[in-house]
């Protein structure tokens, strides 16, 4: 059974920074795209940033310069750097991993920018 479990959110001042990481379970890591998404309240979740299994990087255009994405593949482990946190950035945080005809998604980490 696949299982993705984030952890780092919580509440911050704005400029400040965060780092979420998503820990993988169930042998999933190697050959997936990992990526995080975020969700505000009454809007779509959308691309916060993904990465391939050779470290090739997406990036949301409202993020870029301010976030990024890593992975550790010893570790199974892919890591959110968040700089410069505006309240914008306020929603809940999802860790994806994609392959071929499989998604899956972890249970969402909070992160609220608010001074």
């Known amino acids: 059974q696949v299982q993705l479990v984030e952890s780092g959110g919580g509440l911050v001042q704005p400029g400040g920074s965060l780092r979420l990481s998503c820990a993988t379970s169930?042998?999933?890591?190697?050959?997936?795209?990992m990526g995080w998404y975020r969700q505000a309240p009454g809007k779509q979740r959308e691309l916060v940033a993904t990465?391939?299994?050779?470290?090739?990087?997406n990036y949301g255009d409202s993020v870029k310069g301010r976030f990024t994405i890593s992975r550790d593949n010893a570790k199974n482990t892919v890591a959110l750097q968040m700089n410069s946190l505006k309240p914008e950035d306020t929603a809940v945080y999802y860790c994806?991993?994609?392959?071929?005809?499989?998604?899956?998604w972890g249970q969402g980490t909070q992160v609220t920018v608010s001074s």
């Open positions: 990465i391939t299994p050779g470290d090739r990087t």
């Open positions: 169930g042998n999933i890591f190697r050959g997936v795209v």
């Open positions: 994806n991993a994609r392959s071929t005809g499989a998604s899956y």
